[in-house]
C-alpha cells in the first residue's frame, strides 16, 4: 500500500531533551511538508523540502531542524530550543496538487 | 496575517440536509484550492480541490464553489450524513510554490 508512515503516533519526552519524529513515504513524490496542529489552530507550516537534499524554512521553523537525505524520508527534529513543543506533528508530500498526509505523531513534553 | 480564514469554528447540520463550510482568502496570487477533512488524532484526508480558472468542481456528494471576485470559496455536503462529522480545513496554493496554506478549520456535526 502507498502511503506515509509516521512513528511513533505519541511520543513522551522530558523538558530540555531533542527528540526525532519519523516520515516515510513511498508514493515517490519528490516534495515533503512537516505542519504542527494545535487546539483550535489551523495547519502551521515548520519546513517543507522540495527535492533530496534540499529544505526551507516554513513560517514557524525556530527550534526545529529536518534532513532530507533520501527522497522516502524527511525526519524531523525538535531541539530544546523550541518553547512550546507540546502538540501534534503531521508530515505531509504533495502529489501533482493535492498533499497526502500521515497519520500524525502526537508529542508531549514535561 | 491570516491569508486563508475559515470564520466559523463550529457548524451543526441534520442529516440529509446540506452542510456549507465557508472559506475566505486574501492573496490574489491564490491559484488551486483544496478542502481536507479530518478526524481527531488523524491526519487530515483530501477531499475535492478547485482550479481558479474554474467556479465549480463536483465529485459525487461534494461539491466546491470558487467566487474570485469575492475571494470566496465554499464546500456543500448534499446530503450530509452522520460520517461526514468531522473537522475541515481549506487550503491554498500560489502558482509556481509549494507552500500550502491552511484555514483553521470548521468542525462540522452531521445530527442524526
Known amino acids: 500500500d502507498g502511503g506515509i508512515t509516521q512513528s511513533p503516533k505519541y511520543l513522551f519526552r522530558k523538558e530540555g531533551q531533542n527528540v526525532t519524529l519519523s516520515c516515510e513515504q513511498n508514493?515517490?513524490?519528490?516534495?515533503m511538508y512537516w505542519y504542527r496542529q494545535d487546539p483550535g489552530q489551523g495547519l502551521r507550516l515548520i519546513y517543507y523540502?522540495?527535492?533530496?537534499?534540499?529544505?526551507q524554512k516554513g513560517d514557524i521553523a525556530e527550534g526545529y531542524s529536518v534532513s532530507r537525505e533520501k527522497k522516502e524520508s524527511f525526519p524531523l527534529t525538535v531541539t530544546s530550543a523550541q518553547k512550546n513543543p507540546t502538540a501534534f506533528y503531521l508530515c505531509?508530500?504533495?502529489?501533482?496538487?493535492?498533499?497526502?498526509f500521515g497519520p500524525g505523531t502526537r508529542l508531549t513534553v514535561t | 496575517d491570516q491569508q486563508v480564514k475559515q470564520n466559523s469554528p463550529s457548524l451543526s447540520v441534520q442529516e440529509g440536509r446540506i452542510s456549507i463550510l465557508n472559506c475566505d482568502y486574501t492573496?490574489?496570487?491564490?491559484?488551486?484550492f483544496l478542502w481536507y477533512k479530518k478526524y481527531p488524532a488523524e491526519g487530515p484526508t483530501f477531499l475535492i480541490s478547485?482550479?481558479?480558472?474554474?467556479d465549480k468542481n463536483e465529485d459525487g456528494r461534494f461539491t466546491v464553489f470558487l467566487n474570485k471576485s469575492a475571494k470566496h470559496l465554499s464546500l456543500h455536503i448534499v446530503p450530509s450524513q452522520p460520517g461526514d462529522s468531522a473537522v475541515y480545513f481549506c487550503?491554498?496554493?500560489?502558482?509556481?510554490?509549494?507552500?500550502?496554506?491552511f484555514g483553521t478549520g470548521t468542525r462540522l456535526k452531521v445530527l442524526a
Open positions: 523540502s522540495q527535492i533530496v537534499n534540499d529544505f
Open positions: 487550503a491554498a496554493r500560489s502558482s509556481g510554490t509549494y507552500k500550502y496554506i
Open positions: 478547485i482550479s481558479s480558472i474554474k
Open positions: 492573496n490574489s496570487m491564490f491559484d488551486y
Open positions: 508514493l515517490n513524490h519528490d516534495a
Open positions: 505531509a508530500s504533495k502529489g501533482i496538487y493535492e498533499q497526502y
